[in-house]
């Protein structure tokens, strides 16, 4: 069965640097778009950003935008959020999340999710 | 921005009760919607899709509706293990956005 597995969460100070790593398995890892989601303690869910099942293209949410970085390697299975300059807002729950779509260009929505990694910024 | 408003934020009904949740879109996402169930401590699940698809092993008892700009979503008949945060999401363009979910309780 599908199995997305976050690590790499911790506490960091702000202005601070953490790499998120997702591994998967149970599907064709190369023949899908991939996200990370985040959520706040408590609070709703904030799609951040995708890459397309080759990775050619990424999409950021502007919270985002040019602080954090997307990758995968389809060699290993795995998906990548590294994030720099980190500030108290990003402090959440990271959750890296399938797309529905086979070699979809385009996101679109999740059909699985990993149990999320907990990023705290705290000084 | 597409913004989604959810409504409403919170309900508690007995079981058995019909339940229902709305979701509104600042503008027409077609049938571009999404819907999750998040259990506390547990990672969200995908329940309905493209509005009103039942996801494959989801019980028939969740169902959605609508197209535009008005959706809902119902629980025909509220068990126990449907307590949970549930959210609507739409797919129509970037950023991809979330209502900001609703919480459903047992009375």
């Known amino acids: 069965q599908v199995q997305l597995v976050e690590s790499g969460g911790g506490v960091v100070q702000p202005g601070g640097s953490l790499r998120l790593s997702c591994a998967a398995s149970g599907f064709r890892f190369s023949n899908y778009g991939l996200h990370w989601v985040r959520q706040a303690p408590g609070k709703g869910l904030e799609w951040l950003t995708f890459?397309?099942?080759?990775?050619?293209?990424?999409y950021y949410a502007d919270s985002v935008k040019g602080r954090f970085t997307i990758s995968r390697d389809n060699s290993k299975n795995t998906l990548y959020l590294e994030m720099n300059s980190l500030r108290s807002e990003d402090t959440a729950f990271y959750y890296c999340?399938?797309?529905?779509?086979?070699?979809?260009?385009?996101?679109?929505?999740?059909?699985?999710w990993g149990q999320g990694a907990l990023v705290t910024v705290s000084s | 921005d597409i913004q989604m408003t959810q409504s409403p934020s919170s309900l508690s009904a007995s079981v058995g009760d019909r339940v229902t949740i709305t979701c509104q879109a600042s503008q027409d996402i077609r049938d571009y919607l999404i819907w999750y169930q998040q259990k506390p401590g547990r990672a969200p699940k995908l329940l309905i899709y493209?509005?009103?698809n039942l996801e494959t092993g989801v019980p028939s008892r969740f169902s959605g509706s609508g197209s535009g700009t008005r959706f809902t979503f119902t629980i025909s008949s509220l068990q126990p293990e449907d307590i949970a945060t549930y959210y609507c999401q739409h797919y129509d363009s970037l950023p991809l956005t979330f209502g900001g979910g609703t919480r459903v309780e047992i009375k």
């Open positions: 493209d509005a009103s």
């Open positions: 890459i397309r099942y080759d990775g050619s293209m990424q």
């Open positions: 999340a399938k797309d529905r779509g086979w070699e979809l260009v385009h996101p679109a929505y999740f059909d699985f």
